[in-house]
């Protein structure tokens, strides 16, 4: 019990911020006067812009009061008029009706980025876990490098982050307190901590990864192994480094990913080809894919978690539909095998100016498609669901902006508009539909338009 509490101590999270460079300014005065707002969002206040202008690093803070250097413009600054909730939400602890939730501490230290290598490298290795990464990287593997390694990575991953995302609202375990822990980044800080679903994830995929490239290409794996070490190490550092979780959520996150890819990774082919062949592998898929929604664990208080489950599983229920509807129409089809084991292994085709070009035009005119049909979607199964609840779609979209803010200062809700149960029907109903179109149009439609005009991946097929 002793090394799970050192695990789970804020102030271990502390000592690795301050060893990678982020210095927390306590000062009494910093924090009791309130600074003058100018143009553009910034603040001026003259005490930390002296001290910034001696040292030229990254100053910001939580209450949005990020100071930009008056004399030689050479620190760099992080806006906050738009962006300022990201280092506003302090975690604390606070019992409302019998359930823990977060609230906002009235303290407001800001801090000091002392190293920008350390602030730029793990701030975007956290966005490995962002909606804009997944979309980037599935479609990426999809158009132009090789649809089958990434439906097994995709099941894997769809399997870890919705048991990962279960498992926190099941724990209910906050993330590190703050103070003393400094928020660098709050994105995600009304869910729950433990399991890490970044760590998890970081060890899952890019090993999923490995493992089914390695069966289907001629290729020396100990490279690539080192590179999923370090891929995982740093994302899962980032997390600690934002402050968003503490070691015993990394380890436990990692544990997760362990477990589940010696369960997973020997079953995916198996997987596969039965989502491939069999008939009534789409209505099976859909129907999985609504009871997995529907029985997300419920919380007492409200929280962004079962909608970005809704998003998770409806990109991958999509995206084995489409690859489901490929194979019946013969559009791919199994490399050829003996025994369960590939008749030989493809070379890998490193992409020459040709192929770097049609890479690009893939990515462009997909990714076009892709948000179009995403606004529309999302557009009509939102107002269709709001119709179906008899509830306005503004009233709906008042209740999340409400819930958030209610959240953030540790309230609850007292909205009539909108009740729970309606507003739970509409968000999980809208993000499925959204997203299994999503997902269908990565693995069905987009590689057909790119067919029509002439610009497919020659090796689609495979």
């Given at each position: 019990m002793d090394i799970i509490r050192w695990m789970q101590d804020p102030e271990l999270v502390v000592r690795l911020q301050t060893y990678f460079?982020?210095?927390?300014?306590d000062g009494d005065e910093d924090h009791t006067q309130q600074p003058k707002t100018c143009r553009g969002g910034y603040n001026t206040r003259s005490s930390v812009q002296g001290h910034q202008a001696e040292t030229?690093?990254?100053?910001?803070?939580?209450?949005?009061?990020?100071?930009?250097?008056?004399?030689?413009?050479?620190?760099?600054?992080?806006?906050?008029?738009?962006?300022?909730?990201?280092?506003?939400r302090i975690i604390g602890m606070q019992m409302v009706g019998g359930s823990e939730v977060a609230h906002e501490s009235t303290q407001k230290p800001s801090f000091i980025i002392r190293n920008k290598f350390w602030f730029w490298l793990f701030s975007f290795?956290?966005?490995t876990g962002d909606e804009i990464f997944y979309t980037l990287f599935f479609t990426t593997w999809q158009w132009n490098v090789d649809g089958a390694v990434m439906r097994r990575v995709m099941i894997v991953w769809m399997i870890t982050m919705y048991i990962g995302q279960a498992l926190k609202d099941l724990l209910q375990i906050p993330r590190p307190l703050s103070p003393p822990v400094v928020r660098v980044d709050s994105k995600w800080v009304l869910e729950y901590g433990l399991p890490s679903t970044h760590a998890a994830v970081s060890l899952a995929l890019p090993s999923t990864l490995l493992i089914c490239s390695y069966d289907r290409y001629q290729m020396s794996w100990p490279l690539y192994a080192v590179a999923v070490v370090l891929w995982s190490v740093t994302?899962?550092?980032?997390?600690?480094?934002?402050?968003?979780?503490?070691?015993l959520d990394l380890v436990c996150g990692q544990l997760l990913a362990g477990v589940l890819l010696l369960v997973l990774v020997p079953m995916v082919d198996v997987l596969d080809s039965i989502l491939l062949q069999h008939?009534?592998?789409?209505?099976?898929?859909?129907?999985?894919?609504?009871?997995?929604?529907?029985?997300?664990?419920?919380?007492?208080t409200w929280n962004p978690a079962r909608g970005d489950t809704a998003v998770i599983l409806?990109?991958?229920?999509?995206?084995?539909?489409?690859?489901?509807?490929?194979?019946?129409?013969?559009?791919?089809?199994?490399?050829?095998?003996?025994?369960?084991?590939?008749?030989?292994?493809?070379?890998?085709?490193?992409?020459?100016?040709?192929?770097?070009?049609?890479?690009?035009?893939?990515?462009?005119?997909?990714?076009?498609?892709?948000?179009?049909i995403r606004h529309i979607v999302r557009s009509v199964a939102m107002r269709g669901l709001c119709a179906i609840m008899q509830v306005e779609v503004e009233d709906y979209l008042d209740y999340n902006r409400t819930e958030t803010k209610k959240k953030r200062a540790g309230k609850d809700h007292t909205s009539t508009a909108v009740s729970r149960v309606?507003?739970?029907?509409?968000?999980?109903?809208?993000?499925?539909?959204?997203?299994?179109?999503?997902?269908?149009?990565?693995?069905a439609l987009g590689p057909a338009c790119f067919r029509l005009i002439g610009i497919e991946r020659s090796t689609y097929s495979t």
């Open positions: 460079g982020i210095e927390k300014i030229g690093n990254l100053t910001c803070s939580i209450d949005g009061s990020n100071t930009p250097s008056s004399s030689s413009g050479s620190s760099s600054m992080i806006s906050s008029s738009s962006g300022s909730k990201l280092y506003q290795a956290s966005l994302v899962s550092t980032s997390r600690v480094y934002l402050g968003m979780h503490t070691l008939p009534s592998s789409p209505l099976v898929l859909f129907g999985l894919t609504v009871a997995m929604v529907a029985a997300y664990p419920a919380t007492a409806g990109v991958g229920c999509g995206n084995l539909m489409g690859s489901w509807l490929n194979y019946q129409t013969g559009v791919i089809a199994p490399p050829p095998r003996l025994g369960g084991i590939p008749l030989s292994r493809y070379p890998i085709i490193w992409p020459g100016l040709a192929m770097c070009g049609l890479t690009l035009l893939r990515t462009a005119f997909g990714l076009s498609l892709l948000l179009l309606q507003h739970c029907f509409i968000e999980c109903g809208y993000k499925l539909l959204t997203y299994i179109s999503i997902g269908f149009f990565i693995t």
